[in-house]
């Protein structure tokens, strides 16, 4: 990310080492340089000088869920019928063979 498409407001990543930090101004200094004024996840305010160098560990963080349902559904439901099946002797011996 180019430190001139850093905007007020933005979320983003590589200015803590562990944490995704909220932009709350961006003030130019020079040609290839800026001074970073963010918010780090527990409300503390800080500030960064970046320059060029800076520019390949900086990133826009991105929401990522931990999990996701984008799987095949025809293969979940024939996984869940065979669990069910091997499963069934645990209630009814005989409901695997008569359901």
């Known amino acids: ?5 850093i ?3 933005s979320s983003l990543t590589g200015l803590e080492p562990s944490a ?3 932009v709350i101004a ?3 200094i020079a040609d290839g340089a800026v001074r970073v004024i963010y918010q780090t996840p527990d409300g ?3 500030e960064r000088l970046l320059g060029r160098a800076d520019e ?5 963080a991105t ?3 931990p999990w996701s349902f ?3 559904g025809e293969a979940f439901k024939l996984t869940v019928e065979a669990k069910r099946i091997d499963l069934a002797f645990l209630f009814d011996p005989m409901m695997a063979v008569h359901t």
Not at 1 to 5: G, K, L, T, V
Not at 56 to 60: G, R, S
């Open 1 to 5: 990310m180019r430190i001139e498409e």
């Open 7 to 9: 905007t007020s407001g």
């Open 20 to 22: 995704v930090a909220t």
């Open 26 to 28: 961006v003030v130019p």
């Open 44 to 46: 503390t305010l800080k």
């Open 56 to 60: 390949e560990n900086i990133a826009v």
């Open 63 to 65: 929401t990522e869920r």
């Open 70 to 72: 984008d799987g095949d």
